[in-house]
């Protein structure tokens, strides 16, 4: 069972806190379905935490309601045939101060951390932060965010998101944006995978075992859980304290000082 997806409960119950810490520096996280096997959201907008209600009302955590609805279709088709269903989610963080993690120490850069975290979760194949994957196949000169100076807030700010909130290691004060990518569960409603009886070394097929038709609607809760634990963890050893409202007062005393004042929070 310590292999088994129920260890994540624990992970979850620790993270409620973790999130309560964040939201004390004013960081919110969420997540949302973006595939489901073939099914993919169409969705050029990243929801904002003032858009959680609508993602917590969808059955499959979708953001996009007519990807939703096909999403559902791809399910219960899978159901009738005894398969299962792989798919991404992907982890917003907003609020995310500037400077979490490290440049120098390859063991702290921010990125490195949060893809640890989320390779870590049960059926997990692949983490990228940003575009990713998206941007190797990309050139220099299309692969990297703009800076800008934002007069308004008087601050830089990138003109898109592609690094996801992360560069060098450490966050930029952007959006923090990450997508993991969970492969079809191997547990099957149908004898169909082909194995080896350990007894007679004879090939034979797996045994029909109850099973989710998919988890990736899951997976979204568990990896908001592991984004908030490695970012308590960074704030708690960027701003330290012995209580909460110290260490609030310490990233706003940090904040203020960076860029002449402005708060660098995405």
């Known amino acids: 069972e310590r292999a088994s997806a129920r260890e994540t409960a624990a992970r979850v119950a620790a993270g409620a806190v973790a999130k309560k810490l964040l939201a004390a520096l004013d960081v919110a996280i969420l997540s949302h379905v973006v595939a489901v096997g073939p099914v993919e959201s169409k969705s050029t907008r990243l929801p904002a935490p003032g858009d959680l209600d609508r993602i917590d009302e969808s059955s499959v955590r979708c953001f996009d309601a007519d990807a939703e609805a096909a999403m559902v279709d791809e399910i219960k088709a899978a ?3 005894g398969d299962s269903l792989g ?6 963080a907003y609020g995310v101060p500037v400077g979490l993690g490290s440049h120098v120490h390859w063991d702290r850069k ?3 951390l949060l893809a640890q975290a989320l390779m870590s979760i049960q059926a997990v194949k692949g983490v990228e932060i940003g575009d990713g994957f998206e941007v190797a196949a ?8 703009p800076i800008a100076w934002d007069a308004e807030d008087g601050r830089y700010r990138r003109e898109s998101g592609l690094a996801g909130g992360v560069e ?10 990450a997508r993991l990518a969970m492969k079809p569960l191997a547990t099957l409603n149908r ?3 082909k194995t080896v009886d350990t007894v007679t ?3 034979t097929v797996s045994f029909k075992e109850r099973t989710d038709v998919t988890a990736v609607p899951a997976l979204g809760v568990v990896a908001e859980t592991m984004v908030a634990l490695v970012l308590a963890d960074e704030v708690s050893r960027k701003f330290g304290g012995d209580s909460v409202d110290e260490l609030v007062r310490n990233a706003d005393a940090y904040l203020a000082a960076v860029d002449g004042g402005s708060d660098r929070r995405g």
């Open 79 to 81: 159901a009738r045939e």
């Open 87 to 92: 798919g991404v989610v992907e982890v917003l």
């Open 110 to 112: 921010l990125d490195a």
């Open 138 to 145: 990309r050139r220099g000169s299309a692969a990297h965010d």
């Open 168 to 177: 060098g290691g450490i966050s930029t004060g952007e959006v923090l944006r």
């Open 191 to 193: 004898p169909v995978l």
């Open 201 to 203: 070394k004879e090939e």
